[in-house]
């Protein structure tokens, strides 16, 4: 079947720093991807997203990067916050189904 | 603007006891969904529905029934609680069109967190 798979579950960034999340997609039919944040005892909230035809979208503070070569992507989270901490997903759509990666769980550094 | 609510948001069940789980979107989505998180499982599709009157499996439905009667409203039923169901159920939703970036963005609801004892 097919799966969206994170690289890693934890993450520890220095405050000020650039914070980089990866996900990596099995099916390459796959034509849309979205960032979510979630924070504890809270509903996922959209960060960024990005269609298959393109390889780079900015956002605020945020930039998401595709690799449709090696079924890739990237969230970059830019003068990382305290804010910030929380758990990121990827997911991956592929006709009307959404599939979500396991997550990472950011924690920012004082 | 509500956006999705989900009630209840909390509820203990014996197992074998059934409950329904009801989703209301008040933005004219097309699409709903629901999933279920378990931890460092991430969020896994249960069923899903294209529109009114359509439902659909996902990744993990067996012990799940929906319903999608109304457009705003999508109902996800356990008819005999096992102990395995104990998770927090997201629902979502979703425009379903293809043309704008964004416009396929999944909002979700706040979650309804199930302990079957």
């Known amino acids: 079947g097919e799966s969206v798979g994170l690289h890693l579950p934890t993450l520890s960034v220095q405050e000020g720093d650039n914070s980089i999340i990866n996900c990596a997609y099995s099916?390459?039919?796959?034509?849309?991807f979205i960032w979510y944040k979630q924070e504890s005892g809270k509903g996922p909230q959209f960060i960024i997203d990005?269609?298959?035809?393109?390889d780079k979208r900015q956002g605020q503070r945020v930039t998401v990067l595709l690799n449709k070569t090696v079924k890739h992507l990237s969230l970059q989270i830019a003068a990382t916050q305290p804010g910030d901490s929380a758990v990121y997903f990827c997911?991956?759509?592929?006709?009307?189904?959404?599939?979500f990666g396991t997550g990472t769980r950011l924690k920012v550094l004082a | 603007n509500a956006g999705v609510t989900q009630t209840p948001k909390f509820r203990v069940l014996k197992t074998g006891q059934s409950m329904t789980l009801l989703c209301a979107q008040d933005m004219n989505h097309e699409y709903m969904y629901w999933y279920r998180q378990d931890p460092g499982m991430g969020l896994r599709l249960i069923h899903y529905?294209?529109?009114?009157?359509?439902?659909a499996k996902g990744e993990v439905p067996d012990g799940y029934n929906v319903s999608r009667l109304k457009k705003q409203n999508f109902l996800l039923g356990l008819e005999s609680a096992a102990p395995s169901q104990t998770s927090v159920y997201f629902c979502?939703?979703?425009?379903?069109?293809?043309?704008?970036?964004?416009?396929?963005?999944?909002?979700f609801g706040a979650g309804s967190r199930l302990t079957v004892l």
């Open positions: 099916n390459s039919a796959s034509d849309y």
């Open positions: 979502a939703s979703s425009t379903g069109r293809t043309i704008l970036s964004g416009a396929n963005v999944l909002t």
């Open positions: 997911a991956a759509r592929r006709d009307y189904k959404y599939i």
């Open positions: 529905s294209v529109g009114e009157g359509t439902t």
């Open positions: 990005i269609r298959s035809n393109m």
